[in-house]
Antibody
Framework: EVQLVQSGAEVKKPGESLKISCKGS????????IGWVRQMPGKGLEWMGI????????RYSPSFQGQVTISADKSISTAYLQWSSLKASDTAMYYC????????????????WGQGTLVTVSS | QSVLTQPPSVSGAPGQRVTISCTGS?????????VHWYQQLPGTAPKLLIY???NRPSGVPDRFSGSKSGTSASLAITGLQAEDEADYYC?????????????FGGGTKLTVL
């Protein structure tokens, strides 16, 4: 079974750093892009960026460029999303999701999704 | 403000048919990019519902169908059931000066009356 399992909920203070993870199993981790999506409380889905674990090629949404860092360790089939200095506005649920492998980039969808990691930033 | 526009909410009685629209522009859906749909049940992660405009993954009931025309796409749900109450999101791609990126609709909350 193809699965993405994310790390557990985090409670942090403003200014602290954080790295959350997404571990893939049941497929060739290096052959599929992994994306990250933010969902703020009561709000919709926002695209953050994507990484290809095979060579760590990474693309960011303009809204998140410079705000977060996406990385991957293919030796342990895990992708990461990290912050160097959290803000209260980073409080949200964060999802990772595997991108399909259609020839044209514009044809790709995301499936499966991880269960989500809730990040709460509060003083 | 989402690049793809969805109605904030729709509702219907059990057994009825509802549709959810996803309106874009010439830089996304109108450019020929595929539209995909996700269902997010309360308190859970999004789940793929429709891919490639109109295809259902294995396990998704045929009560769910998708279509695309011009700069818009639609998700139709027939024979509405209580378990369909969820948030629904469309997803496509957008090509602009800032690059080529994934975009989501703002989401539509479906209420089964």
């Amino acid at each position: 079974e193809v699965q993405l399992v994310q790390s557990g909920a985090e409670v942090k203070k403003p200014g602290e750093s954080l790295k959350i993870s997404c571990k893939g199993s049941g497929y060739s981790f290096t052959s599929y892009w992994i994306g990250w999506v933010r969902q703020m409380p009561g709000k919709g889905l926002e695209w953050m960026g994507i990484i290809y674990p095979g060579d760590s090629d990474t693309r960011y949404s303009p809204s998140f460029q410079g705000q977060v860092t996406i990385s991957a360790d293919k030796s342990i089939s895990t992708a990461y999303l990290q912050w160097s200095s959290l803000k209260a506005s980073d409080t949200a649920m964060y999802y990772c999701a595997r991108r399909s492998r259609q020839q044209l980039v514009s044809e790709n969808w995301f499936d499966p999704w991880g269960q989500g990691t809730l990040v709460t930033v509060s003083s | 403000q989402s690049v793809l526009t969805q109605p904030p909410s729709v509702s219907g009685a059990p057994g009825q048919r509802v549709t959810i629209s996803c309106t874009g522009s010439s830089s996304n859906i109108g450019a020929g990019y595929d539209v995909h749909w996700y269902q997010q049940l309360p308190g859970t992660a999004p789940k793929l519902l429709i891919y490639g405009n109109s295809n259902r993954p294995s396990g998704v009931p045929d009560r769910f169908s998708g279509s695309k025309s011009g700069t818009s796409a639609s998700l139709a749900i027939t024979g509405l059931q209580a378990e369909d109450e969820a948030d629904y999101y469309c997803q496509s791609y957008d090509s602009s000066l800032s690059g080529f990126h994934v975009v989501f609709g703002g989401g539509t909350k479906l209420t089964v009356l």
